[in-house]
């Protein structure tokens, strides 16, 4: 039920509230409403739940003396001093409540500020919600637009290319210098210089990983879009030709 289990045993008396109803609100899916009053959600946060309570939440074990051994750089000696906020004298990590879960769990300030919400039972005002409950769902929507958007590049693009790479092997044969010629023509010059080069971008956005089709994406939109255009001016001019 409890995204941290943890929290049921040692809710920070910061927090607000009584304990039970700081249960309720985690049981309850941060779904609690009836909250007065907006406000910045990191500043409400921030007021109710020090670094350090979060920080002892979430596993680490901090001494009398505020110390403990920093979770964001191997340390054998207490080196992270933490309070209301932190700092490691160690490798300089430093910042408030939500910069070290962000930091812990990898996360945006946003959906760290959301975990800690519900991981603590922070009422959240309702217009806030809305806001920090955005990010996750957003990001979800947007990888996937994303991910359309490029594969019907990636399709495009591979249509492009193959016809390039069909031109070219076309004009290795047609314009092949015959023995004696001093001038070669260029567009068989161009297939010696471009048609090995095509068949492995082929190959990549074919069968490459996505990181490698991504990273081709970034690097040759430009020119698959300039080869596009070239394409489509000779099949106007052969077009032409026919209808002349
Ligand atoms: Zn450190």
Redo the contacts with the bound molecule.
């Keep these: 039920m409890g995204k941290f289990e943890q929290t049921k045993r040692t809710a920070p008396k910061s927090a607000g509230g009584t304990a039970a109803e700081r249960f309720l609100s985690i049981n309850d899916n941060c779904s609690i409403t009836n909250h007065r009053g907006g406000g910045n959600i990191f500043q409400t946060i921030k007021n109710k739940i020090t670094t350090r309570e979060a920080a002892e939440i979430y596993g680490l074990k901090v001494g009398r003396n505020g110390m403990a051994c ?4 191997p ?1 054998r000696n207490p ?2 001093k933490v309070d209301e906020r932190f700092h ?6 430093d910042g408030d409540v939500i910069d070290y879960v962000a930091k812990l769990f990898h996360l945006t300030n946003m959906e760290a500020a959301r975990k800690l919400a519900c991981d603590f039972g922070v009422y959240i005002p309702k217009n806030a919600r809305r806001a920090i409950q955005t990010p996750a769902a957003l990001q979800k929507q947007t990888n996937r637009r994303v991910s359309e958007k490029f594969e019907r590049w990636r399709s495009w693009a591979i249509n492009v290319m193959a016809m390039y790479v069909n031109s070219m092997e076309e004009w290795r044969e047609r314009f092949a210098p015959a023995p004696g010629d001093t001038e070669w023509h260029s567009l068989f010059v161009e297939s010696l210089s471009k048609l090995d080069q095509y068949n492995y971008y082929l190959d990549v956005l074919c069968s490459g990983t996505e990181a490698e089709q991504r990273s081709f994406f970034f690097e040759m939109k430009e020119v698959i879009r300039n080869l596009d255009k070239r394409e489509q001016s000779w099949s106007r001019k052969s077009a032409d030709g026919r209808s002349a």
């Design positions: 920093c979770p964001f750089h340390d080196s992270l490691c004298f160690g490798c300089g990590a």
